[in-house]
């Protein structure tokens, strides 16, 4: 699976969008882009995930660039309930060979 | 649906003891893995299963064993614990093995190994 690269921190303001950019360059045509946010050490979360078109659900979406090297989650108008640690993962097959990194830690600002 | 239920959510050991974490799924799921993660870390992968009777070392499996005799469970044993084993452990599931399928995890178990 692709390696994924992220910001190690953000911030956002409260009700405005929070754009989390993930790169991963080495990805490859039959990979998916999964987002899952972590709050407060709980258990992850899944978010939203796309192949290559952009995809959006109640909870986000997910912008991936054309040539699928990088892509954009956003959360359109953050609530202080978001602030968590994002988790960008690129995968074709299983969870057992998914590396999930630190992610970025949003902290939303009231 | 209960989803992943783990138990227990809290744990203290001390140095040497044996105990089992549970987990139990109830989505009719086929993969279950076994992740830790350390602070400030992300998630490791301990143990997977890919179906009952079925089970595979991940990134970080020893100090631990697995077993899988019903699709719902997959409980984790930690023989002779040591402070190392410090963690958060948290179950997962997915029903395939595709690059589509999202995972679903517990809540986690804390566990502390003085």
């Known amino acids: 699976d692709a390696k994924t690269t992220q910001p190690p921190s953000m911030d956002c303001a409260e009700g405005r969008a929070a754009n989390l950019p993930c790169n991963h360059s080495?990805?490859?045509?039959?990979?998916?882009v999964y987002w899952y946010r972590q709050i407060h050490s709980q258990g992850p979360q899944y978010i939203i995930h796309g192949l290559k078109n952009n995809e959006t659900n109640e909870m986000a979406s997910l912008i991936i660039t054309e040539d699928r090297k990088s892509s954009t989650l956003i959360l359109p108008h953050a609530t202080l309930r978001d602030t968590a640690v994002y988790y960008c993962i690129a995968r074709n097959g299983g969870y057992q060979k998914v590396t999930f990194g630190t992610g970025t830690k949003l902290q939303v600002i009231p | 649906n209960a989803g992943v239920t783990q138990t227990p959510k809290f744990r203290i050991l001390k140095i040497g003891q044996s105990m089992t974490l549970q987990c139990t799924q109830d989505m009719n799921h086929n993969y279950m893995y076994w992740y830790r993660q350390d602070p400030g870390m992300g998630l490791k992968l301990i143990y997977y299963s890919v179906g009952a009777g079925i089970t595979d070392k991940g990134e970080v499996p020893n100090g631990y064993n697995v077993s899988r005799s019903t699709t719902e469970d997959f409980p984790l044993r930690l023989e002779l614990a040591a402070p190392s084993q410090t963690s958060v452990y948290f179950c997962?599931?997915?029903?395939?093995?595709?690059?589509?399928?999202?995972?679903?995890f517990g809540q986690g178990t804390r566990l502390t190994v003085v």
């Open positions: 997962a599931s997915s029903y395939t093995d595709r690059g589509r399928t999202e995972a679903f």
């Open positions: 080495t990805i490859s045509g039959n990979e998916y």
